[in-house]
């Protein structure tokens, strides 16, 4: 595991970005609790702007270069919570601001601090000492690990620590270690990384942040032609070419998997309520492993030859089953019009 650069949003609001307007999502429990993990209510009241306005949970993620910073934040933007990475810390009262100012819709905020800045410690101090006197409740998540398995991460990246200057790795980490000595003393949560992979740390955010929810996953259910090329981001790829074509049919041609005849065509075709009963089914199983693994995301391309009839039909179907199950699903219809 190695420490990357954090994405940010963009994943999530291009997942909802869709061609035809046809949307299936299952609902989320966002209800605000208090627990023995450290979990915090976000009902309560401030007085940042608006006396009524709730104020947002707010983590800050830091710890050693090569813990896992990155990798943290990921996961907590999977669950839903606004991200922002290495926010200058005299700035974090003015976005616990703005999000009480958001009528709810930025109830939760991570923001990762490192080292890139070293004269922001002390504003983070300040800006911690501040969050409490406007009694804004806070969790400091911080990320350790061994000197040997930073090394190792570093080197197998051949990258140098921020800290290092002219000397060896090891030089840059004992000194970012004496820096944020004192914050790692004040850590709600300190996660030791030595041994961990990535999927390993999802799974220890997860307890902490996700409480009683099995972790979402949210599904891309996308048509598509096999003539104009495979999507690049298909995670899975279905081939509905086994049916027979209603572009042969001269009263269908003109429509699209969305019209009623055309799909009630394709399913009256033997095999086709077959397939989508065993794919279905199919996908459950994948499902559960990939929320075992972590994994947030995935997209499941069905191709027929132009993406106009026998895709189209499948799609719509099996999103539906999808949503059906509680798999927060967006549907796209990538080549339909094209020809």
Not at 9 to 21: I, K, N, S, V
Not at 45 to 57: K, R, V
Not at 231 to 255: I, T
Request: proline fraction near 4%; charged fraction near 30%.
């Amino acid at each position: 595991m190695t420490e990357h650069e954090h994405r940010t949003q963009h994943e999530r609001e291009a997942g909802h970005r869709r061609g035809t307007g046809h949307e299936h999502t299952a609902g989320r429990d966002t209800t605000d609790r208090t627990d023995g993990a450290g979990h915090v209510s976000t009902g309560t009241t401030t007085d940042l702007g608006d006396g009524n306005a709730a104020i947002p949970e707010l983590v800050i993620i830091s710890g050693m270069s090569g813990a896992g910073r990155s990798t943290a934040a990921k996961c907590l933007e999977d669950l839903g919570w606004f991200v922002v990475d290495n926010l200058p810390p005299a700035l974090i009262p003015t976005m616990v601001e703005l999000g009480a100012r958001s009528q709810g819709n930025v109830a939760r905020i991570a923001v990762v601090v490192d080292v890139r800045g070293r004269r922001f410690f002390d504003n983070l101090r300040e800006s911690l000492a501040d969050l409490e006197a406007r009694h804004v409740t806070r969790r400091i998540v911080f990320l350790e690990s061994s000197d040997d398995a930073l090394v190792r991460r570093f080197e197998s990246v051949r990258r140098p620590h921020p800290l290092q200057g002219d000397g060896r790795i090891v030089d840059g980490i004992a000194a970012e270690r004496d820096l944020l000595r004192e914050l790692r003393g004040d850590a709600d949560l300190v996660i030791d990384t030595s041994s961990l992979n990535v999927h390993e740390l999802r799974a220890k955010m997860d307890a902490q942040f996700a409480g009683e929810e099995e972790p979402e996953l949210r599904a891309t259910v996308m048509s598509f032609g096999f003539k104009y090329g495979l999507p690049v981001d298909a995670d899975l790829v279905v081939d509905c070419r086994f049916l027979p074509n209603p572009h042969w049919v001269p009263e269908l041609r003109p429509f699209t998997g969305l019209n009623e005849e055309v799909s009630a065509y394709v399913f009256d075709q033997p095999g086709a309520k077959e397939f989508l009963n065993q794919y279905t089914e199919l996908l459950q199983l994948v499902a559960a492993g990939y929320r075992r693994e972590g994994k947030r995301y995935v997209t499941i391309a069905v191709g027929c030859t132009g993406g106009k009839h026998r895709s189209v039909a499948m799609s719509e179907k099996l999103a539906a089953r999808l949503a059906a199950e509680g798999i927060e699903t967006v549907l796209v219809h990538r080549d339909m019009g094209r020809e």
